[in-house]
């Protein structure tokens, strides 16, 4: 089975960090691949197949690899 998302996709990578929202989308951030490390930002949603590179706004944090995600209920 081949699944097709629509829109932005993140790069390959490894070791990143990702949640599930309570929205059931999956936001990844950061990674590593054969460019070097990563900071950006992706939101999937695997429900619609979609996929997207939020504009976000502010002083982004460094490129890292191998950081830990964690969802914070309230």
Same mark, same amino acid.
């Given at each position: 089975m =081949? *699944? =097709?998302f629509k829109g932005e996709l993140p =790069? /390959? &990578? #490894?070791?990143h960090g990702a949640? *599930?929202? #309570?929205? &059931? @989308?999956?936001v990844i951030f950061g990674g590593e691949n054969s460019?070097? !490390?990563l900071?950006?930002? !992706?939101? *999937?949603?695997?429900?619609? *197949? @979609? #996929?997207e590179k939020p504009h976000l706004t502010g002083t982004a944090p460094f490129p890292r690899a191998g /950081?830990? /995600? =964690? &969802?914070? !209920? #309230?």
């Open positions: =081949t *699944l =097709t =790069t /390959a &990578r #490894s070791n949640i *599930l929202t #309570s929205q &059931r @989308k999956i460019d070097g !490390y900071n950006d930002v !992706y939101i *999937l949603d695997p429900n619609e *197949l @979609k #996929s /950081a830990s /995600a =964690t &969802r914070v !209920y #309230s």
